[in-house]
């Protein structure tokens, strides 16, 4: 069975909203999408395999496309206790706590992210613009910097993490040195005049 995981392909437009991806995955083409007919498809896969981590990942996008907030949640996060190794549980469940600001909540599971792929430029990359909004300018232009080295290592767009899952690092390439930037500008504005 070919698994397609529609939160990688949803994961750019989850954080940000399609027209304000830098981290668009889905090859900027509108496609339609029949929600409820996906929800019926997660429901029955999870009926036949109650344990599958990837049943539930697919019903929390599903929900979340479906403006269930809290049953979004609580399929990914039952996906992350199935599957405690992969990363893009905790990047969805990541990106449903950003658009809600959910700050100790986004915080927490993009590190969980990172501590299972510490190598994943689009991680590094949010982590330092959550560092950034804590204005921690040292470590947030580090953590920028970590995510320009590895972006850079990547040969061609698309970053894959040791589980097979696909991240594009294209927007990151683009903006990471205007974030590190602005970063150092705001540092060296608040540091004491002599």
């Excluded at 949010?126 to 300018?137: D, G, N, P, Q, S």
């Excluded at 993490?161 to 705001?186: M, Q, T, W």
Aim: aromatic share 8%; with cysteine; glycine share 4%.
């Amino acid at each position: 069975m070919k698994r397609i995981r529609v939160v990688l392909l949803a994961l750019g437009s989850l954080l940000y909203g399609a027209e304000h991806s830098p981290l668009l995955l889905a090859q900027h083409t509108n496609v339609a999408v029949d929600w409820k007919a996906e929800l019926a498809k997660a429901k029955a896969g999870i009926v036949k395999d109650p344990k599958s981590e990837f049943w539930h990942n697919q019903a929390g996008v599903v929900y979340d496309a479906l403006g269930d907030f809290e049953d979004a949640v609580k399929e990914l996060k039952i996906a992350t206790t199935l599957d405690p190794s992969n990363p893009t549980n905790y990047y969805a469940l990541y990106a449903l706590y950003k658009r809600k600001a959910m700050r100790a909540e986004q915080r927490q599971v993009l590190l969980d992210a990172l501590e299972r792929d510490p190598n994943n430029p689009v991680g590094r990359f949010e982590f330092a613009c959550i560092l950034e909004e804590e204005k921690h300018w040292p470590d947030s232009v580090r953590e920028y910097q970590v995510a320009k080295r590895l972006a850079a290592s990547v040969k061609g767009p698309k970053y894959i993490d040791p589980r097979g899952n696909v991240y594009e690092v294209d927007g990151i390439r683009e903006e990471v040195d205007a974030a590190i930037d602005r970063v150092d500008k705001v540092k060296k504005a608040e540091q004491p005049q002599k």
